[in-house]
């Protein structure tokens, strides 16, 4: 199982010399379970995600969306397997703030805003909602599914393979206690990816406006999830569009005080997970 970072940040692509280490790119995640592959999100970063895919012949993947906010879905008319009539894709999603799964995806490929329209794509991608607590197989892997919160509503997933597992659960506000609907999703996972949008102080208001009712989560409480849940490792994900590589490296170095096995993640960064060995 491997796990592949191509856009590691939140709200608006955030391109330029103070992010260069980090990246600039909004949400975009690979997961390979053997064959089957997983992709996370459709931020700007699986432009990049799709050219590196194209080297490799036709595409076959499944496409997860946390939610419709428009730095989760943005890069998609630029993912070029998109495109091409013998790429296999599938994309799955929940249908949000009473806006189905199609027809998000219609009205972003609509003129004004876009010049090829959903009905003339090559793929003919298979598109399918699910609801929270879903359980279904996609190739070599089983997926779980949970919503959590945030504005609009937002699904988390669950990704197990050859018994490791990996959690992605970004755009969540946390609350006074650890979300119960997280902490059971995430319950002994090898990895959690979690929103760490805000530090403490920002979510606080102690400098600028309060953070709360934003829908974000701070390392903080990234860190507390994934003590309660007693993941593995924890990935500190949807950085601030303002935050440099510096500022991101100092939040990991606070976070990992709360839970050592702490990381940011970094475009370009691979987890690697070795299957676990069943006994003879």
């Known amino acids: 199982m491997e796990v592949r970072f191509w856009g590691v940040r939140g709200s608006i692509a955030s391109p330029g010399p103070d992010t260069a280490e980090v990246g600039g790119n909004t949400s975009s995640v690979e997961v390979t379970c053997g064959q089957t592959r997983i992709l996370l999100d459709a931020g700007t970063g699986i432009r990049s995600l799709g050219d590196s895919l194209m080297k490799d012949g036709a595409t076959d993947a499944t496409l997860l ?42 009205a972003q490929m609509r003129s004004p805003n876009f010049p090829v329209r959903f009905d003339e794509l090559g793929s003919r991608p298979e598109l399918v909602e699910v609801a929270s607590g879903a359980r279904f197989r996609v190739g070599e892997a089983i997926v779980t599914t949970a919503k959590l919160n945030h504005p609009g509503g937002v699904m988390a997933y669950r990704i197990e ?3 490791r597992s990996v959690v992605y659960a970004t755009d969540t506000e946390h609350f006074a206690c650890v979300d119960p609907a997280l902490e059971q999703l995430a319950d002994g996972a090898d990895v959690l990816i979690y929103d760490s949008q805000y530090t403490p102080e920002e979510y606080r208001g102690d400098m600028g406006p309060s953070k709360v009712g934003w829908g974000h989560s701070t390392f903080a409480a990234a860190a507390r999830a994934a003590d309660s849940a007693r993941v593995g490792n924890l990935v500190l994900f949807h950085h601030d569009p303002k935050r440099s590589d510096t ?6 170095d606070r976070a990992r005080k709360l839970f050592v096995s702490t990381v940011a993640a970094r475009e370009g960064a691979v987890i690697e997970l070795d299957p676990v060995a069943r006994a003879a």
């Not at 428009?70 to 249908?95: E, M, N, R, T």
């Open 65 to 106: 969306l946390s939610h419709h906010h428009w730095d989760h879905i943005q890069g998609l008319p630029f993912f070029v397997p998109l495109y091409l009539p013998d790429s296999k894709l599938k994309i799955v999603g929940a249908a949000l703030d009473g806006t189905s799964l199609e027809g998000t995806l219609r």
């Open 161 to 163: 393979h050859r018994g």
């Open 247 to 252: 500022e991101v490296n100092e939040i990991e």
